[in-house]
Every structure is written in structure tokens, then in C-alpha cells.
């Protein structure tokens, strides 16, 4: 599945769900998110408020993703990067613009919030360029 299939599916979760549910059905999605349990500090994202541990590594031209965080929301956000991205083709998650896919969506982020996303995607693009 594409990336841009994968988001779509996202969507139409997300379609009838008013801003609250929205950030609650974030939450659950990192309730699931499946942590691996060896991260390090190496792995600690740079710029966010809360403590995120995100891996990015590439076999061939596939992405792969874990991740997790010690906030619900971010472990949230977190998830969603895994879902989308995980085993995806480098081109995919290149074109992929996940901040406007979020506006898209009607889900705003705080200041803070929005500067770890940023630290998580600059992650992500360092790793595939």
C-alpha cells in the first residue's frame, strides 16, 4: 500500500470525528504503537518538549520506523510517522507532506508540539536523502 493509500485510510477515520475526538483517537494510536524497548539516547529527538525516541534506517529503498515517546499525544504523532512511512519507498515519504496532511485534517498541533514534529521529520529526511 502507498503512502498516500495508507493516508487516505487515516482519513476517513478521521471524517466524522469533531477536533476532540480527533486528539483522543491520536492518543489511542500511540496506546498501540509497539515500542521495541532498545533505544538510546542516540535515538532522542532533538527539539521536542517530551522525550521521543525515533529510529529511521533504510534497506534498499524501503523506509523503516520505530519509534515511541514518554507524552500520549507525541506517542500519538509518533504512530501516525510509523503508519505512514514504515516499509514505505524513500520517494513516497520524500513527497509525503505529513504537516499539511495534519492541517488537511483539522489537527493543530501547539507551538511545542509543532517543533518536535519538526525534529521527528528532519529525522526522517536526514535519514533518506
Known amino acids: 500500500m502507498t503512502v498516500a493509500e495508507r493516508a487516505v485510510e487515516l482519513e476517513e477515520e478521521l471524517d466524522y470525528l469533531d477536533r476532540d475526538e480527533k486528539f483522543e483517537w491520536l492518543i489511542d494510536r500511540g496506546k498501540s504503537l509497539e515500542a521495541n524497548g532498545t533505544y538510546t539516547d542516540a535515538d532522542l529527538v532533538k527539539g521536542c518538549q517530551s ?5 529511521v534506517s533504510t534497506n534498499g529503498d524501503k523506509v523503516h520506523i520505530e519509534g515511541t515517546s514518554d507524552a500520549l499525544i507525541t506517542k500519538g504523532i509518533v504512530g501516525l510517522l510509523v503508519e505512514l512511512f514504515d516499509t ?3 520517494g513516497e515519504v520524500k513527497d509525503f507532506d505529513f504537516i499539511a496532511w495534519l492541517a488537511k485534517n483539522e489537527m493543530s498541533l501547539s507551538y511545542q ?3 518536535g ?4 521529520l528532519q529525522r526522517i529526511r536526514m535519514t533518506i536523502k
Open 113 to 115: 508540539r509543532m517543533q
Open 51 to 55: 522525550k521521543v525516541w525515533l529510529q
Open 117 to 120: 514534529l519538526a525534529g521527528m
Open 88 to 90: 514505505a519507498p524513500t
